[in-house]
C-alpha cells in the first residue's frame, strides 16, 4: 500500500449535511486523511431510515466518518456547533440558507466569527434566478437536457445513478482543496458554493457547443448520428448482449479480420471511414451475423488482443464477480451495524497502488462524548447540547 497517503492528516472537517451531494464530499476529504465530523440531529441523519435504492445512501457515502449529536434547535446545541466550527478548517452543509440563519451560521455569521474556516456550501443552483429553488438530481437531468439526451424521443430518461450528486460532492471536495492551498498562503478562508444544476451543465456542454458550432440540437444519444463505424450492442450465440467497437482505420481492418469479412476491406463503397460510417445500414447487420456466431466468452479474448473495444452487458451486481473489481484492493469492506458491505474507493492509485479508502459506518452519535468533552463541554452540558438529556427525561 501507499505510505500512509493522507494529504489532508490533521485537517478537521464538520460535515452537516444529508443524502449524497455533501456527503460524498465528505466522504472524499475523508478517504484523503481529514478527521470528518459528521453533525445529525439527536435521531441521527434521516438518509439512514431509508430503503430500496436509498438504502445504501448512507453507509456508502458516510464510511470513515465520525459522528456527533447536536441539537441544533437549542441554544446549548447551537453554542456546541459554534465550539466544534472554532476548531474546523472546513465546514460542509447543503441545508437551505434560512435553516443554517436559524442555527446561528448563516453566511454573515460564519464569515464574521470564523474567517479562517473554508465553507462548503452544497446546493441546487448557483446564485442567480433559480438559487431559491428545490432541486434533485432528478430535476436538474430534467432541466439541462440530459435527460432529453439519455432516453429515447419523447421519453426522456435519467441516468441510471446519482451521478450528479456523486460528481457535485467530487466538486465541492475539490474546490476545498484549492481553497485549502489558497489559505495555507494567505491564511483566510473562503466561502465556496457549489451547484448541482451547474454541475449537470457541465455533463451535457458537449451537446450544447455542438449547437454552438452547427445550429443545430443533437438528436438523442440513442438516435444519434453516429462518428464511428461500429459503436453497437449485439448478440452472442446464446442471446447475450455484448457491446463492440471500431472507431480507428486499425480497428476497422481488425474487426473485419477477426469475423472473417476480410471482402469489406477490399469494398470500393468502404475506403473511408465516412464511406463505413455511410454504410453502416448494411455492414452492421453483417457484423451482427458473425457475433451471433460466437459466445461471448470465446469472443472476448480475441477482442481484447485484436485491441477492440468492447463489454459483455453487466448489472451492478456483476461487479461482485469481476476479475478486476475484486483483484487484491479493488473493493474496502465496511462495517455497518452487524454486518459489513464491499464498495469502491477513490478511483486513483498513489504509487502504483489505490488507497484503502472505505472506512467503518458511525453509529448515530458514537463519537459524541469523545469529540464534544475535547471542545470543554461538561456532561451536563453534553446531554442538553445533543438532546440525550431531554431524551432520558
Known amino acids: 500500500m501507499p505510505d500512509q497517503f493522507a494529504p489532508l492528516a490533521g485537517i478537521r472537517v464538520v460535515e452537516m449535511s444529508h443524502m449524497i451531494m455533501g456527503p460524498s464530499c465528505g466522504m472524499f476529504l475523508a478517504n484523503l486523511g481529514a478527521e ?48 466544534l466550527l472554532a476548531t474546523a478548517d472546513v465546514f460542509v452543509e447543503n441545508f437551505r440558507d434560512a435553516a443554517l440563519d436559524k442555527a446561528g451560521i448563516g453566511r454573515a455569521a460564519l464569515r464574521k466569527e470564523f474567517p479562517g474556516l473554508v465553507v462548503a456550501h452544497c446546493k441546487g443552483f448557483l446564485s442567480g434566478p433559480y438559487e431559491n429553488r428545490t432541486a434533485l438530481d432528478e430535476v436538474v437531468q430534467m432541466m439541462t437536457g440530459l435527460a432529453y439526451m439519455t432516453g429515447p424521443t419523447g421519453r426522456p430518461l435519467r441516468v441510471g445513478s446519482s451521478a450528479n450528486d456523486i460528481m457535485g460532492g467530487l466538486f465541492a471536495a475539490f474546490s476545498v482543496l484549492a481553497a485549502l492551498m489558497e489559505r495555507g498562503r494567505t491564511g483566510k478562508g473562503r466561502e465556496l458554493r457549489i451547484g448541482l444544476f451547474e454541475n449537470c451543465l457541465l455533463l451535457v456542454a458537449q451537446h450544447m457547443v455542438q449547437f454552438e458550432l452547427e445550429g443545430k440540437n443533437p438528436p438523442p444519444m440513442p438516435e444519434r448520428e453516429f462518428s464511428w463505424p461500429v459503436y453497437d450492442i449485439f448478440h452472442d450465440a446464446e442471446g447475450r448482449q455484448v457491446f463492440v467497437g471500431a472507431v480507428t482505420e486499425g480497428q476497422w481492418e481488425a474487426i473485419c479480420r477477426l469475423l472473417g469479412l476480410e471482402e469489406l476491406l477490399g469494398d470500393p463503397r468502404l475506403e473511408t471511414r465516412m464511406d463505413q460510417i455511410e454504410a453502416r445500414n448494411w455492414t452492421i447487420p453483417r457484423i451482427a451475423e458473425k457475433i451471433a456466431e460466437w459466445r461471448v466468452e470465446d469472443l472476448a479474448p480475441r477482442l481484447e488482443a485484436a485491441g477492440l473495444p468492447f463489454s459483455p452487458i453487466a448489472k451492478p451486481c456483476d461487479m461482485y464477480d469481476d476479475p478486476h473489481v475484486m483483484r487484491p484492493g479493488g473493493l474496502a469492506v465496511s462495517h455497518y451495524g452487524d454486518g459489513t458491505f464491499r464498495a469502491p474507493g477513490l478511483p486513483f492509485e498513489v504509487d502504483g497502488e489505490m488507497l484503502p479508502g472505505g472506512g467503518d459506518v458511525p453509529e448515530v452519535g458514537r463519537d459524541s462524548k469523545v469529540v464534544l468533552t475535547a471542545l470543554g463541554l461538561s456532561a451536563a452540558q453534553i446531554g442538553r447540547a445533543t438532546g440525550s438529556e431531554r431524551d432520558a427525561a
Request: no cysteine; charged share 35%.
Open 36 to 83: 470528518v465530523i459528521k453533525v445529525e440531529p439527536p435521531k441521527g441523519d434521516k438518509t439512514r431510515h431509508l430503503t430500496g435504492m436509498g438504502r445504501p445512501m448512507f453507509p456508502l457515502f458516510n464510511r470513515g466518518k465520525k459522528s456527533v449529536t447536536l441539537d441544533v434547535k437549542t441554544e446549548d446545541g447551537r453554542d456546541a456547533l459554534r465550539a
